[in-house]
């Protein structure tokens, strides 16, 4: 035999020397979610180890993290029902708590990048990511109407201090109106990191629930994309692209392998990968169960997410993975 495979793989030392693909955690991104009150650390009983946290204690965690290496942060809010309406008044209103908090992240840590999200659901009473209207054939998420609220919000986040905007909304030309938009306030270095294939599956659960943002009715399948899907993907893509989108992501990730190669081998902007909250969840749970080596999985999964091509991932495990980086 003239070729033999196993040479490679005969010691730990050879087989570092021929690894193709490592993580670093340069590469993570760490969601982090932030609700009203002082004081406050609230667990997800769908996300062991994940919490919400009163921005007192926010600011704690995010300095834990800091510590352990992490530099990039997505942010989301837990908003009270009562703050919520049909047009996510909240979520431009630059004394509420997503902004201040936002604010006080970028005062005290200058140095990390902050990134927000850009949506209705969070602060809509009907639960959706576009405003909803009542219509002769049924309801309607209503497409055009939703940018010039996506638009706002982006700006203010951009004024709060964000350094990326991360619109996860998926109404269709929302990248090119919020680059506008950034671009006419003197927001030009304000990066936008594009939800591009978004796609309307199972394993956004424990997310809604951390966030109490699940639809009030219907689904989410007139803006999310069809899982069995790829071609669209392109056709995201190239529209983001074109809007001027810095970052283009995939999400879930992990279901979605190919689309995150699809989009690496199509297009030269870096790709994000978003590990979302069920796939953390299903990790967590065989874990504690005993089915699975929690540790082992997480980095396989994580890893294999860097093959498929994706530069960055937001992963919820991204402070376990920095812990273990410090051992
Ligand atoms: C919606 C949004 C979702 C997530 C982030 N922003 C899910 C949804 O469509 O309801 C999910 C993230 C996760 O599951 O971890 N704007």
Not at 229 to 250: K, P, Q
Request: with cysteine; proline share 5%.
């Amino acid at each position: 035999m003239l070729r033999r495979p196993r040479r490679n793989r005969k010691s730990p030392v050879i087989r570092d020397l021929v690894q193709e693909n490592s993580l670093s955690l340069n590469d993570l991104i760490y969601p982090m979610f932030v609700m009203e009150g002082e004081g406050v650390r609230s667990e997800i009983a769908s996300m062991p180890g994940v919490a919400r946290y009163s921005l007192d204690l926010l600011l704690e965690e995010m300095q834990e993290c800091v510590d352990l290496g992490l530099r990039t942060f997505a942010l989301f809010p837990n908003l009270p029902e009562s703050k919520k309406d049909k047009y996510a008044t909240e979520s431009h209103n630059p004394e509420g708590l997503y902004l201040q908090a936002v604010q006080a992240i970028k005062n005290r840590f200058p140095d990390i990048a902050l990134m927000t999200d850009v949506a209705m659901d969070p602060y809509s009473s009907d639960g959706h990511d576009g405003i909803v209207e009542e219509k002769p054939g049924g309801v309607e998420i209503v497409n055009d109407e939703t940018l010039v609220v996506l638009g706002k919000m982006a700006v203010a986040q951009a004024r709060a201090g964000a350094d990326i905007i991360g619109p996860s909304d998926m109404m269709d030309g929302r990248i090119g109106y919020i680059r506008e938009a950034l671009d006419k306030d003197g927001f030009t270095n304000v990066s936008i990191m594009a939800y591009t294939a978004k796609y309307a599956g199972a394993f956004y659960g424990p997310f809604r629930d951390a966030l109490d943002s699940a639809p009030r009715f219907g689904d989410k399948k007139t803006y999310q994309m069809n899982p069995a899907n790829s071609r669209e993907a392109l056709i995201e893509a190239e529209l983001d692209y074109a809007e001027g989108a810095d970052f283009l992501m995939v999400k879930p990730a992990l279901a979605y392998l190919d689309i995150i190669k699809l989009l690496n081998d199509n297009f030269d902007l870096p790709i994000a990968a978003y590990n979302v909250s069920g796939e953390y969840a299903m990790i967590k749970a065989a874990a504690a169960n005993g089915w699975l080596d929690g540790e082992r999985t997480m980095l396989e999964v994580l890893t294999a997410m860097k093959r498929a091509g994706a530069k960055i991932i937001l992963t919820y495990f991204a402070k376990e993975v920095a812990q273990l980086r410090k051992l």
